[in-house]
């Protein structure tokens, strides 16, 4: 057998494997349906909008914040301008004169962190939480998320499920459907106790933890990141709101989404390397025996398998070219409307990738229903016409910038 076929191979049946475990975990522990039970009590809960030049969605954060369903004394919301060049300090004073909401201007650090610790030491609340200037929340989000912390005393910080806000353009119907299926794989991780991700769209935290574990890092501009790794270190318990729905803008064009998704993964990337004795350590349960080296094995068979498949793709078109440019005969293009099918692909490996293609789709809709996510068959198509192609760019700029040390700010 090729080399490089041997690598597709295990690269499909670790896809396979983990896929099949999370099915076997979601068949165990179903998620529970949202109920319209209300908590037994209102903490005082604070969240903070870290903001750099988003003048053109913060108005909409903060009003979907003021819209939230819960008692108007016990919420505030604490703006930090972190330093933007544009009309950003405008858009957050036209709230400044609501009772429930401070509005804060300091000088750019250059990252997110900076403007959260800004916002925790100006703000009080039992709870405190984060939402990213080009997200909006459900009304009832807060309540659902309270319900969690209300349910285990032992939760320090609760996620939310995060949707894509009004995707057209197939490159946010394709993130879109790649969300669902996060929303999915999110309620697993937090089925396993594995949860890696606190993201900033948001996720609320007990004020308490921040006395325990120190406040947010740089942490290579992955400060949600960097927490949720801080949090397994010491043993603390995440968990997730599959109920509390939060819409958040995405990137409409390649370029701004290779930036934000190469941020992510170069996050993912140093954080491990600064948490590496977690990985395959008992102590750390699944997340550090699971979530941690599957993460890992992930990324590097991203991108093995997008340079596989990009460089037979070259060869059988140059080899095309090649063969017309000898030959001066254009290539034998097979008719679609006569399917021979005992001429079909049945090897192995065809079979694999259909495998794998079946349960990605089937964990899709999965998550689907665990947020009540309907998605178009447009959304679908954009997804497995697109994903597989894209990602690879941002996994090899990811490692690129990891080993030269690269530096990026709040826009990448």
Not at 67 to 76: C, F, H, V
Not at 320 to 325: F, S, V, Y
Request: net charge neutral.
């Amino acid at each position: 057998m090729d080399i490089g076929v041997l690598g597709i191979y295990i690269c499909l049946f670790i896809g396979l494997y983990f896929e099949v475990f999370l099915l076997i975990s979601f068949l165990e522990k179903r998620p529970a349906p949202k109920t319209q039970t209300l908590p037994m009590r209102y903490p005082g809960v604070a969240i903070i909008v870290p903001c750099w030049n988003k003048a053109q969605t913060l108005e909409g954060t903060v009003r979907s914040l003021l819209a939230i369903e819960y008692p108007k004394d016990k919420l505030s919301i604490v703006i930090v301008d972190d330093g933007s060049t544009d009309d950003t300090l405008r858009a957050a004073m036209q709230f400044a004169q609501n009772p429930q909401v401070k509005v804060f201007h300091k000088e750019n650090e250059g990252s997110k962190y900076g403007a959260l610790n800004f916002g925790l030491a100006h703000s009080a609340g039992e709870l405190v939480g984060c939402l990213d200037a080009d997200s909006f929340v459900a009304p009832d989000a807060l309540l659902e998320i309270v319900k969690q912390f209300e349910a285990n005393p032992e939760t320090m910080a609760v996620a939310p499920a995060l949707k894509v806000n009004h995707p057209k353009k197939m490159l946010e119907l394709m993130q879109s459907v790649e969300y669902t299926f996060g929303i999915f794989y999110k309620k697993m991780f937090d089925n396993l106790g594995a949860i890696s991700v606190i993201p900033g769209p948001f996720s609320i935290y007990r004020r308490e933890l921040f006395e325990r574990v120190g406040p947010f890092r740089k942490a290579h501009h992955t400060e949600d990141m960097e927490m949720a790794f801080r949090m397994h270190s010491h043993g603390l318990t995440i968990t997730n709101a599959h109920t509390a729905l939060v819409y958040t803008n995405v990137p409409s064009t390649v370029h701004a989404l290779v930036r934000q998704r190469t941020r992510w993964s170069r996050g993912f990337l140093e954080n491990s390397r600064d948490y590496s004795y977690m990985y395959l350590n008992q102590k750390y349960g699944n997340f550090g025996m699971l979530i941690l080296p599957f993460g890992l094995t992930a990324f590097a068979a991203g991108i093995y398998a997008g340079g596989y498949v990009l460089f037979h793709l070259l060869s059988w078109a140059l080899g095309r070219a090649l063969d017309l440019w000898i030959t001066r005969i254009p290539p034998h293009v097979p008719s679609l409307w006569h399917v021979e099918w005992f001429y079909l692909n049945t090897s192995m490996l065809t079979l694999l990738v259909v495998a794998v293609l079946g349960m990605t789709l089937t964990t899709i809709i999965l998550g689907g229903k665990i947020a009540q996510t309907r998605l178009s068959f447009k959304s679908y198509f954009s997804y497995f016409a697109l994903f597989g192609f894209v990602a690879p760019l941002w996994l090899v700029r990811a490692a690129w910038d990891t080993a030269t040390s690269s530096e990026r700010g709040w826009l990448t």
